[in-house]
């Protein structure tokens, strides 16, 4: 598990609690005060809703009227789902981009061998440039098509 939180993922999950924060705060919070004020006779009025919610979110006030007493239930619930929602979203996100073996190596390197191992098939001097002091042959015997994979850049 020690393994798991390094100083990257720290700070990742810094980040993802900051938005979580600043979402909350700019949108679930007025979401849900405006999911109340939309509500007549237990009635649900989406166009009503759409209508209010960009005031609601610009408008600060929005903020301290979510913990009023008519407010706050509904508040809690929709901080409750948004955050259920939130983290498992964040935990399949850090799971998806956790560390490789590969991470933070330069495309292109020879830093995968071992010991000058790309040497028995490249050259160190001579040749068609692969990556810094890899060259391969073109006197080689056999196959000396190159595929280059990832972008060109043209501007």
């Not at 980040?15 to 007025?30: G, H, M, Q, R």
């Not at 809703?49 to 929005?62: H, K, Q």
């Not at 509904?74 to 948004?82: C, I, L, Q, S």
Request: charge should be neutral.
């Amino acid at each position: 598990m020690g393994q798991f939180f390094t100083e990257k993922k720290k700070k990742e999950i810094l980040i993802y609690l900051i938005l979580w924060l600043v979402l909350a705060i700019v949108l679930v919070v007025p979401a849900s005060v405006a999911a109340i004020d939309s509500t007549y006779n237990d009635e649900f009025n989406g166009n009503t809703f759409l209508s209010i919610i960009v005031d609601y979110i610009i408008n600060l006030e929005v903020r301290v009227k979510a913990f009023q007493e008519k407010y706050i239930a509904n508040t809690g619930t929709a901080m409750k789902y948004y955050s259920f929602f939130y983290f498992i979203l964040v935990i399949i996100l850090m799971i998806k981009t956790k560390d490789s073996d590969y991470r933070d190596i330069e495309h292109g390197s020879s830093d995968w061998s071992v010991g000058g191992e790309q040497y028995k098939v490249l050259s160190r001097k001579e040749g068609i440039i692969l990556a810094e002091k890899n060259y391969l042959p073109v006197d080689k015997k056999g196959n000396v098509n190159i595929l280059i994979v990832g972008r060109i850049w043209c501007w």
